[in-house]
């Protein structure tokens, strides 16, 4: 009942029927189904990070005993299409003195690594866009891109601000990566393959998931993952009090809402990834798939959230002493144990 | 068609890969130069994807470009006046220079000249991670294991020369 992958595929069906009867060659169908499918997911990206945005700003509210946005639409779900309007007319400004051609490329690489990123990721039963046979690996390394791009944009706004706020983001996501491709391995073990599909499908029940096998594992990905995505408790690339605002203070307009987009995309990636690794993916009862990854995607997006308005702000010491001193021999911890008893 | 398009992505791949090296060696930049070792890293990856090498490109990416790089970045950054103009990529030693590079390219080439290109009929692995894994681990296990006790050592050095000042 009512699963995507019937209606995908039925589209599929249509269209190369339309394009063999109109004498196609096989190449060109398959790069315009390409550009179809890239353009699906960069809109579940757009709106997804959209809602995020809205909804964070009433979680956050709803902490602090406020109503946040409700002037704009039904409780302000209509603020997020509105700023983007005037993100988008906003003047676009380059600092004189910076170096234009990094200035310009570090948003577009932030987004595109998180963009590509998204390939490997299964929505649903059949939802992936290419089920790649070194699915989490592959997830893990081009999101590498991020770091590079926050180091371009530090750099290049010839700001002091922005280059300690991006030394800072860099410093921490190398730190926090390697807890993170740890507690991954333990998924690994367990289901002996680096496929996202196949570690969905080996955790059909719910006392299959990885959760109940791994969750010291589990523990430590997420708190590396909320690490890699910059936000409080580890949120000192961009502490306001110090830092203005971090790697993008000299950012304007859509370049500036790059980034921020790119920091909500993110945090879809890595808690659909902790979906996808520990919580059994799309696999639950009754529902369709799709609502099940979505809503426990959804689910541990909250909690990330809930960590940010509910906690204070580490230093700079602190995490790297935590990262390095505590997170990783736990995770080298959990990765023996793995061994010894999977 | 799919020969022709891959061929196509091949030289593309193989004129990026030239020309971002050799802006890595020529810029003055060095910033710059670092980057475009960022894209080289890159499409020798990209290389290694036409090859049917999935695990080895996406390895190469996540070393080279989310460790080296970024460690050669701190590296910069961490260097006091970079943008001064007495930095120069090249050195006097021109001369040696030249006769060095063309003594390499008449090996190169007469190696290159020389040698019948075998193309094996073997389709490529499905699974490379798995083979990869099991002759890391039972054939090759003991060149694994001294190449890791390098890396500890230098990591041990580089933490006793660190800790020194």
Known sequence: ?342 | MENSVQSAIFYILAAIIVCSAVLVVTLKNIFHSLLFLVLTFFSVAGIYVLLHAEFLAAVQVLIYVGAITVLLIFAIMMTAQIYSPALRQSNQQVIPGIIVVGILLVVTLTVLGNTTWRVSEKLPASQSVNLIGKSLLTTYVLPFEVVSVVLITALIGAIIIARRD
């Not at chain 1, 509105?82 to 003195?97: C, M, Q, V, W, Y």
């Not at chain 1, 070194?134 to 590498?144: D, F, H, N, S």
């Not at chain 1, 993952?225 to 993008?248: C, H």
């Open chain 1, 1 to 342: 009942m009512f699963e995507l992958e019937r209606l995908f595929k039925a589209v599929y069906i249509w269209l190369e029927g339309i394009s063999n009867s109109l004498g196609i060659p096989h190449f060109w169908f398959d790069l315009f189904t390409m550009l179809l499918i890239a353009v699906i997911v960069l809109a579940v990206m757009s709106v997804g990070a959209m809602f995020l945005v809205w909804w964070e700003r009433k979680i956050s509210a709803h902490f602090q005993q406020r109503f946040g946005p409700m002037r704009t639409g039904w409780h302000g779900w209509l603020q997020l299409p509105i700023d983007g309007i005037k993100l988008i007319t906003k003047e676009d400004t380059t600092p004189a003195l910076a170096d234009k051609l990094p200035f310009l490329i570090a948003p577009i690489v932030i987004f595109v690594a998180s963009f590509l990123a998204f390939v490997c990721l299964p929505f649903g039963r059949g939802l992936i866009v290419r089920d790649l046979n070194i699915g989490i690996l592959y997830i893990l390394a081009v999101t590498t891109f991020t770091v590079i791009s926050i180091l371009m944009a530090g750099w290049a706004s010839n700001n002091k601000y922005s280059l300690l706020g991006g030394f800072r983001s860099a410093a921490q996501i190398i730190s926090y990566e390697v807890p993170l491709t740890l507690s991954v391995l333990g998924v690994v073990i367990l289901t002996q393959s680096l496929s996202m599909v196949k570690i969905v499908s080996s955790q059909q029940h719910i006392w299959n998931w990885n959760i109940w096998k791994q969750p010291l594992g589990f523990l430590i990905y997420l708190t590396a993952a909320v690490a890699e995505v910059n936000r409080t408790p580890f949120d000192i690339p961009e502490a306001e009090q110090e830092l203005v605002a971090g790697y993008n203070i000299e950012y304007s307009g859509m370049k500036w809402a790059m980034f921020f987009f790119a920091e909500y995309t993110n945090l879809i990636l890595v808690c659909g990834v902790a979906t996808t690794l520990f919580l059994g993916g799309w696999n639950g009862p009754l529902l369709p798939s799709w609502i099940w990854f979505l809503g426990k995607t959804l689910f541990l997006i909250w909690v990330v959230m809930w960590f940010r308005w509910t906690f204070p702000r580490v230093r700079v010491d602190q995490l790297m002493g935590f990262g390095w001193k505590f997170l990783l021999p736990l995770a080298f911890l959990n990765l023996i144990l793995t061994g010894l008893f999977a």
